[in-house]
């Protein structure tokens, strides 16, 4: 079964961390997206841009609303997103415990209903 991992952090700029910190954030993640692929239950993965560069469009009331900046304003912002394939959510819950940001952030664990696949949408089972 589908599971999106949706990662939230605070977002920090270089010089706020630091570079060490920031390496260090960088090599986490590689080593858990390899562990991922390793296990072959990676399906995709992405890190986003910062929410600066998020642009959010809303359709209704017989026009269109496009707004700068993120849906919400939070101290934490979606940072990235971790599409995989498990057995069951006990597998998903541990592939989100081993995200790194975890320790400084949260990992929403959230099941697919539907995917595109071959030019329809499929039932996520």
């Not at 090599?27 to 560069?53: H, K, M, T, W």
């Not at 849906?71 to 415990?97: C, H, N, S």
């Not at 664990?109 to 949408?121: I, K, N, Q």
């Amino acid at each position: 079964m589908r599971y999106t991992l949706v990662l939230h952090w605070p977002e920090a700029t270089t010089e706020e961390l630091g570079e060490e910190a920031m390496a260090e954030g960088q090599r986490a993640f590689a080593a858990y997206g390899a562990a991922l692929e390793q296990a072959g239950v990676l399906l995709s993965a992405e890190v986003l841009q910062p929410s600066v560069a998020t642009t959010t469009v809303r359709a209704g009331d017989g026009g269109l609303l496009v707004q700068d900046g993120p849906f919400a304003d939070t101290k934490e912002q979606l940072g990235g997103t971790v599409v995989i394939d498990v057995p069951d959510l006990d597998a998903a819950l541990e592939w989100a415990r081993r995200a790194p940001n975890a320790a400084w952030g949260a990992v929403e664990v959230r099941p697919g209903a539907t995917y595109w696949a071959d030019g329809s949408w499929r039932p996520n089972a």
